[in-house]
């Protein structure tokens, strides 16, 4: 019986153990979206996106609900969303002397003000953003790595410059 607890407990581990479905995970932290909002905030191939929403959905990771044709992807526990917390701040206390510490920190502290992602304006707090990149002394955050990507390759367009 409790072999069978350790393999379920592997399996959970497994579907979450991948990059781009952590950072799915921040994105639909605070609210649902589709796939194609994913894909675009993720700069990834739809398919790509797709195979990582399945392997979260079967996990019971993720949740859809349906509106007409579109299908919204959402968390399906919070509990989801405090265990990346607390992992997130085990990472702090293991790089305390490495320069991850303070961009990790920074996320999990400062809360306020709210901002918005300058590429797909989504509204994040330091905390829910996946990256962040100052420049000229500004901090802007990113919901996803494909924001990020887009603001570094046209960073005129979004800095006013």
Do not use: W
């Amino acid at each position: 019986m409790y072999q069978q607890i350790f393999e379920l407990h592997a399996q959970l581990l497994k579907a979450l153990a991948h990059p781009k479905r952590l950072e799915i995970l921040q994105l639909i932290r605070e609210k649902s979206l589709t796939v194609s909002d994913i894909q675009t905030m993720l700069d990834l191939p739809q398919c790509n996106v797709s195979q990582h929403l399945q392997i979260l959905r079967e996990s019971k990771v993720v949740s859809i609900s349906k509106k007409g044709k579109q299908i919204f992807y959402k968390i399906a526990d919070r509990k989801f969303i405090k265990a990346c917390d607390l992992i997130r701040e085990i990472l702090i206390s293991q790089n305390k002397n490495n320069h991850l510490a303070d961009e990790l920190t920074l996320k999990m502290t400062d809360l306020v003000p709210l901002t918005t992602d300058p590429v797909c304006g989504m509204r994040l707090s330091p905390k829910t953003a996946s990256f962040a990149r100052k420049h000229d002394g500004q901090n802007y955050y990113f919901c996803a790595s494909g924001c990020l990507k887009e603001f570094t390759n046209n960073i005129n367009k979004y800095t006013n410059e």
